[in-house]
Nanobody
Framework: QVQLVESGGGLVQAGDSLRLSCAASGRRLSSYGMDWFRQAPGKERELVAAISWSGSSTSYADSVKGRFTISRDNAKNTVYLQMNSLKPEDTAVYYC?????????????????WGQGTQVTVSS
């Protein structure tokens, strides 16, 4: 079992930055691809960013490319999402998720473990 706990969410203004963290316990994350998803009210959960187990490969949703950066520190068993130039449309609950895979995972159905989510609210 892997337990994932997100932190770092909050209320910010448009143009501000936030860094989300996802701390894992139970198993080493080094065997897992890690993703960040988000879900806004009334909308489906969507992939924000993905990173391979080694950190050598990343992928981003078009809506966040150039603004968000996913990274990981396997020694600390933690994954991060640096969010810059935040927009009101980035408002959502952000979830980290883990997939036991050596390749990038893009679909929610492929994820093996989920965190409880952290709220990000961006005011205009």
């Amino acid at each position: 079992q892997v337990q994932l706990v997100e932190s770092g969410g909050g209320l910010v203004q448009a143009g501000d930055s936030l860094r989300l963290s996802c701390a894992a316990s139970g198993r080493r994350l080094s065997s897992y691809g890690m993703d960040w998803f988000r879900q806004a009210p009334g909308k489906e959960r969507e992939l924000v960013a993905a990173i391979s187990w080694s950190g050598s490969s990343t992928s981003y949703a078009d809506s966040v490319k150039g603004r968000f950066t996913i990274s990981r520190d396997n020694a600390k068993n933690t994954v991060y999402l640096q969010m810059n130039s935040l927009k009101p449309e980035d408002t959502a609950v952000y979830y980290c998720a883990a997939a036991y895979s050596t390749t990038l995972s893009y679909r929610a159905v492929d994820m093996d473990y989920w965190g409880q989510g952290t709220q990000v609210t961006v005011s205009s």
